[in-house]
């Protein structure tokens, strides 16, 4: 579950090293699981392995001279010269005793599959002159690819596009994942991604510390909250939604149902009168408490056993949605802002940033997407292509003081301590009006439960992703909520939990 920046995985690799396991070992290893990986893709036919002046190619030299020994009909084509090759890259290509063709899109031909094992994971700069042509024309040959590490072009650390890159079908990559095999745009390069074991101790991750994870049950798996035989709704949380007035008011009725699925003992939905009886008639088990003003509200936060609270979707932008902001986190209340709870601070976010710290350590989490984020954080907007959305979010979040859920294909979720997690796992359907106030719902919901604030985020991204992909395509928002008790049980069923 652990990912590692480009930096963190040769640091990896010097540690093994440094421990024995000498570097050339550790690329016989990586070349044997490339050709492994390869021989499943295609059963035959000739194979073209694509190879660049560094490990990377040399990773590229065992495969193909691994799947030769096998009896598969293979070629390479070298970026460089054979001679100028080092240390063991030049040991690798040693190991492959035919001719290479010339660096020359004309030399692709028509293979059965290609093996891109042109840059990997290390690429920094753009790519341009016979390394672009090349790349272009492997995309333009149709032949599935299977990419070494990352396919060539993808920044490992970003997940950037430099210039162009390849599209791979499958990607064998070592050790853990990098960064670029969760994020956009290099996720949609990656294809398929296995992780090979080439030797490396996890041992050496106590040493390097890696503060990024894959967002999967495993990297949460101690804080997901589950109810005990003496428990009752009281123990399991009371988490309080403020709704909008008349004119919008289902956004907050979606985010209360998400609460209530994700465990919540019981939700509230604070509404101002004139949506009183829109919001009493279409709720059942959620109820209802007229809240019109910051008083009111105040007196509301002043009972203790209400211990969640959600404030934005549909709550309407302006100073009444700011004051009820600013009293909660006066009041020290775990608390989810939401769409119109962050378009209220725009052109003012230090406002909101001084408050959170105000409440010292609070459990606070801001839900932004793409187009809510610049409006807190317009200085860390995507405009430079080698800025992730994992740096852009944890530089948010250190700033903000809260953790920050930035939302997209790749949801990422930081905390003011530097931890982050990437989820993978969200189906294209849930991108649809409404499932961002259910998922602000659920991870209020599990901050009821007493879920710490950055894990109560990262198990609502992935169990929202998972309610949507069991939902299936033709999803909406409404479906979120009635297919988490199937994500639930799975995870109970993952968990070991007796129901």
Same mark, same amino acid.
């Given at each position: 579950?652990? $990912?590692?920046?480009?930096?963190?995985?040769?640091?990896?690799?010097?540690?093994? =090293?440094?421990?024995?396991?000498?570097?050339?070992? !550790?690329?016989?290893?990586?070349?044997?699981?490339?050709?492994?990986?390869?021989?499943?893709?295609?059963?035959?036919?000739? =194979?073209?392995?694509?190879?660049?002046?560094?490990?990377?190619?040399?990773?590229?030299?065992?495969? *193909?001279?691994? !799947?030769?020994?096998?009896?598969?009909?293979?070629?390479?084509?070298?970026?460089?010269?054979?001679?100028?090759?080092?240390?063991?890259?030049?040991?690798?290509?040693?190991?492959?005793?035919?001719?290479?063709?010339?660096?020359?899109?004309?030399?692709?031909?028509?293979?059965?599959? @290609? @093996?891109?094992?042109?840059?990997?994971?290390? !690429?920094?700069?753009?790519?341009?002159?016979?390394?672009?042509?090349?790349?272009?024309?492997?995309?333009?040959?149709?032949?599935? /690819?299977?990419? /070494?590490?990352?396919?060539?072009?993808?920044?490992?650390?970003?997940?950037?596009?430099?210039?162009?890159?390849?599209?791979?079908?499958?990607?064998?990559?070592?050790?853990?994942?990098?960064?670029?095999?969760?994020?956009?745009?290099?996720?949609?390069?990656?294809?398929?991604?296995? /992780?090979?074991?080439?030797?490396?101790?996890?041992?050496?991750?106590?040493? @390097?510390?890696?503060?990024?994870?894959?967002?999967?049950?495993?990297?949460?798996?101690?804080?997901?909250?589950?109810?005990?035989?003496?428990?009752?709704?009281?123990?399991?949380?009371?988490?309080?939604?403020?709704?909008?007035?008349?004119?919008?008011?289902?956004?907050?009725?979606?985010?209360?149902?998400?609460?209530?699925?994700?465990?919540?003992?019981?939700?509230?939905?604070?509404?101002?009168?004139?949506?009183?009886?829109?919001?009493?008639?279409?709720?059942?088990?959620?109820?209802?408490?007229?809240?019109?003003?910051?008083?009111?509200? *105040?007196?509301?936060?002043?009972?203790?056993?209400?211990?969640?609270? $959600?404030?934005?979707?549909?709550?309407?932008?302006?100073?009444?949605?700011?004051?009820?902001?600013?009293?909660?986190?006066?009041?020290?209340?775990?608390?989810?802002?939401?769409?119109?709870?962050?378009?209220?601070?725009?052109?003012?976010?230090?406002?909101?940033?001084?408050?959170?710290?105000?409440?010292?350590? +609070?459990? /606070?989490?801001?839900?932004?997407?793409?187009?809510?984020?610049?409006?807190?954080?317009?200085? !860390?907007?995507?405009?430079?292509?080698?800025?992730?959305?994992?740096?852009?979010?944890?530089?948010?979040?250190?700033?903000?003081?809260?953790?920050?859920?930035?939302?997209? +294909?790749?949801?990422?979720?930081?905390? +003011?301590?530097?931890?982050?997690?990437?989820?993978?796992?969200?189906?294209?359907?849930?991108?649809?009006?409404?499932?961002?106030?259910?998922?602000?719902?659920? =991870?209020?919901?599990?901050?009821?439960?007493?879920?710490?604030?950055?894990?109560?985020?990262?198990?609502?991204?992935?169990?929202?992703?998972?309610?949507?992909?069991?939902?299936?395509?033709?999803?909406?928002?409404?479906?979120? +909520?009635?297919?988490?008790?199937?994500?639930?049980?799975?995870?109970?069923?993952?968990?070991?939990?007796?129901?």
């Amino acid at each position: 579950m652990e $990912v590692l920046t480009t930096t963190e995985m040769e640091r990896a690799d010097r540690l093994a =090293i440094a421990a024995g396991t000498p570097g050339f070992s !550790l690329m016989l290893s990586a070349g044997q699981a490339v050709a492994s990986v390869a021989m499943d893709l295609v059963e035959e036919g000739p =194979i073209l392995v694509i190879a660049g002046p560094g490990n990377n190619g040399g990773d590229g030299f065992v495969a *193909a001279a691994e !799947l030769a020994a096998r009896g598969r009909d293979v070629s390479v084509i070298l970026l460089c010269e054979r001679d100028s090759l080092q240390r063991d890259a030049a040991s690798a290509a040693r190991g492959w005793k035919y001719p290479v063709l010339p660096f020359n899109p004309q030399a692709i031909g028509k293979p059965a599959l @290609i @093996i891109d094992a042109l840059f990997g994971a290390g !690429l920094d700069r753009p790519v341009k002159g016979e390394p672009l042509d090349m790349i272009e024309a492997i995309n333009a040959n149709g032949a599935p /690819v299977l990419a /070494v590490d990352l396919p060539s072009g993808i920044n490992g650390t970003t997940g950037a596009v430099m210039g162009t890159a390849v599209k791979a079908l499958e990607t064998v990559t070592f050790f853990r994942r990098k960064p670029a095999h969760l994020l956009l745009p290099g996720r949609r390069h990656c294809g398929r991604v296995r /992780v090979a074991d080439i030797g490396i101790d996890a041992a050496v991750l106590a040493e @390097i510390g890696p503060r990024t994870f894959e967002n999967v049950p495993s990297s949460w798996k101690g804080f997901y909250p589950v109810p005990t035989i003496d428990g009752h709704k009281y123990s399991r949380g009371h988490v309080v939604v403020v709704s909008g007035g008349i004119a919008a008011t289902g956004a907050a009725r979606l985010s209360a149902r998400g609460a209530l699925r994700a465990g919540a003992g019981l939700v509230t939905l604070a509404s101002p009168r004139d949506a009183l009886a829109v919001n009493a008639s279409a709720l059942t088990a959620v109820m209802v408490s007229q809240i019109d003003t910051v008083v009111e509200f *105040a007196e509301l936060l002043n009972e203790k056993r209400l211990n969640g609270y $959600v404030i934005g979707p549909g709550a309407g932008v302006g100073e009444r949605t700011r004051d009820f902001v600013l009293t909660a986190l006066a009041a020290k209340r775990s608390i989810v802002l939401d769409a119109d709870a962050l378009t209220s601070f725009a052109g003012r976010p230090e406002q909101l940033f001084e408050a959170i710290k105000r409440a010292h350590d +609070p459990q /606070v989490v801001l839900t932004p997407h793409e187009g809510e984020f610049p409006r807190l954080f317009s200085d !860390l907007s995507n405009k430079y292509p080698l800025r992730s959305k994992l740096e852009r979010v944890r530089d948010a979040a250190e700033r903000s003081g809260a953790v920050v859920l930035l939302k997209g +294909p790749d949801t990422t979720v930081a905390s +003011p301590d530097g931890r982050a997690t990437i989820a993978a796992n969200a189906p294209p359907w849930l991108a649809t009006a409404g499932a961002g106030d259910v998922l602000s719902g659920m =991870i209020a919901g599990l901050l009821g439960q007493g879920v710490p604030a950055f894990e109560a985020a990262s198990i609502a991204v992935w169990m929202h992703g998972e309610a949507a992909r069991e939902a299936g395509p033709g999803l909406i928002a409404e479906d979120l +909520p009635e297919t988490l008790p199937a994500v639930t049980r799975r995870l109970y069923d993952e968990f070991g939990v007796a129901y």
